[in-house]
């Protein structure tokens, strides 16, 4: 069997390792159990999560045994890394619930069940529990201030003010990795880019207290061409969920990104053969809009099912090409007739003025009329059968009276 590394690098995913050659020869020697870190600060996974998704599933497939780490007990303090201040809180309660949307959005790429079953634990089993003065005298004392303060993590920080809290942090996921190792055999920690310095730390506690072999990979962030991070929309992040964002919202995110960053985006989030991306990607005209359409798609039908994308696709292409596919719908209720209330209304535009604006630029049509005047208004018979409205390239939805 081809060894996971290979695939991960011709992928594109890998960015950094540590004893690579090493490393290699265990993962084509022998099933490797291996962990990726979640913070539960949110009740669903995002977009910025869909790169470690996709590498536990690919190295689950080629037989190896993802553990989930949730940081319930981590997350109490909150990971510095790319943060300007400090996170808030959680209560036990709000990390359990959001534990369990976690793992149903999961087991869509992971399975839970057979000889190499991901599990999923939570680390505040073993750090609520921890005895201070112990812990500094077993782990702390592996640890250098100075070489801590190098850490971008930390130098980022330094200006706006890094809590005593917050520095503790490196030194608890370190020891994550170091129980995961004595509890399950875990010898490999893998993450973001962004987690590069608190993941060598865990490989080296491990090394310098066990005496025994232990490994880091950090993967690419998704990111588009330009170097900005992807999944951001005008309402926020791109969610898994679809009661956050909806599967046709989540379609036409990837079918309207910029084709500089289709051939990427196709390596990292889906399954397609590396010749058949190269093959839809090797034009870069109008041609690149199949490429996006099967993108778009692929992604829509991990996430939410085939049946969901299809639905997706088909009110794509009735939005773009007529074909008689249905439109999402929204309602307006009685006595809203005018072009700027109804924006409102279907959360067009965040407001009145908003929705002016968008007018104003020529960004808002119903059906193939381009809107030009504030004061549009529409019969109570054209919205009880209906009316198109569009706003931009990405909004498109039928309103009706309600």
């Known amino acids: 069997m081809k060894n996971v590394l290979d695939t991960l690098k011709e992928r594109g995913y890998v960015k950094q390792t540590v004893y690579e050659d090493e490393l290699y020869e265990l993962l084509g020697r022998e099933s490797v159990s291996f962990y990726i870190g979640f913070d539960p600060t949110a009740d669903s996974l995002h977009v910025g999560h869909f790169v470690q998704l996709m590498v536990m599933s690919i190295m689950q497939k080629a037989g190896h045994r993802p553990i989930i780490l949730i940081g319930g007990g981590t997350g109490k303090i909150g990971d510095p890394s790319g943060k300007s201040d400090m996170r808030r809180m959680m209560t036990d309660e709000t990390i359990k619930h959001n534990c369990d949307c976690f793992k149903k959005q999961m087991s869509k790429f992971l399975s839970f069940e057979g000889e190499n079953a991901a599990i999923m634990v939570n680390n505040a089993e073993w750090l609520d529990n921890l005895n201070y003065i112990q812990f500094l005298r077993d782990v702390g004392v592996y640890f250098s201030v100075n070489k801590m303060l190098t850490a971008e993590c930390y130098k980022s920080r330094m200006e706006n003010g890094l809590t005593f809290l917050e520095f503790n942090y490196m030194l608890m996921q370190a020891y994550d990795f170091l129980h995961l190792y004595r509890e399950y055999g875990c010898k490999l920690e893998c993450g973001g880019d962004d987690q ?20 880091a990979i950090t993967f690419k962030l998704l990111t588009t061409s330009e170097g900005k991070k992807m999944g951001k929309t005008e309402k926020g992040a791109l969610w898994l969920d679809p009661e956050k ?5 989540f379609y036409q995110y990837w079918r309207n990104i910029d084709d500089a960053d289709v051939e990427n985006c196709m390596k990292l989030l889906t399954f397609m053969p590396l010749d058949e991306i190269a093959a839809m990607c090797e034009h870069k005209d109008e041609r690149i809009n199949a490429a996006k359409a099967r993108l778009a798609f692929e992604l829509t039908a991990i996430v939410h099912g085939v049946e969901e994308a299809e639905k997706a696709e088909a009110q794509s292409l009735a939005a773009f090409a007529s074909s008689g596919g249905e439109l999402p719908t929204a309602t307006v209720p009685e006595g809203v007739n005018n072009i700027v209330d109804i ?22 049509k119903v059906g193939e009329e381009k809107i030009t005047s504030f004061d549009t208004c529409f019969t109570e018979e054209q919205l009880k059968e209906g009316i198109i409205l569009h706003k931009g390239k990405k909004m498109h939805v039928k309103v009706v009276r309600g």
């Open 343 to 364: 924006m409102c209304a279907v959360k067009a535009a965040k407001s009145k003025s908003e929705a002016r604006q968008l007018i104003s630029g020529g960004g808002v």
């Open 245 to 249: 964002t909806s599967p046709y919202e």
């Open 196 to 215: 590069w310095s608190n993941i060598l730390a865990g490989a080296d506690l491990i090394r310098r207290k066990e005496g025994k072999p232990a490994f």
